[in-house]
């Protein structure tokens, strides 16, 4: 098995916004659905993974890679870059915009915020993510962050207990409206972990 950590690239932009879309349990679809007519929500999702100044930019993700076949990902940046845009205002009814401003507006100070860390269903208990979970770290070191922050479904409990393995502790509680998109009706965690 050769596997290679690298960069994202932007020709990966449909698998990348498919994981991504994977990963958020229906918050994607919950947040982005009606925000342009007749557009779904991944071609949003899309456009954004393809911009390059986007939080969501293949820029700002590394890929774990196997034989050609993307195993596992990380979508992070530094915590300060985490706001809620004026363009997010104005393109969110009032009750979706209040579930995303809390979130953008939360990450822990001189962290880097993971927002999307996935690795592949058939590498999952192989010790991948612990792997990646360093890679994540040595990336926070070498921007000069001191942590990791990142926010997981309450309800996604084998997330939950893989990250408080790993010395992330809850720092607050998200509650969300229940909506037939999102897959957990428990509300979002903050973690963070601070970094030796």
Known sequence: MSIEFRPAESEESQRL???IQETSGGLVDYILTGVIPFTKPHLILRSQVITEDS??????MVVCEEEGEIIGLILAYPWDEQVASDLTRRYLSEQKYGVVEDLLNSAEENSLFINTFWVSEK????????????VAAEWARS??????????WKGNERAVRFYSRHG??????FPFPDHKLLHYKTGKLQMCKELA
């Open 168 to 173: 992330f502790i809850q720092t607050r509680t």
């Open 17 to 19: 916004t498919s994981i």
């Open 55 to 60: 939080l969501y930019s293949y820029r700002n």
């Open 143 to 152: 921007k000069g962050l001191t942590r990791l922050s990142l926010h997981v």
């Open 123 to 134: 590498y999952r208990g192989e010790g991948l993510a612990d792997v990646l979970m360093d």
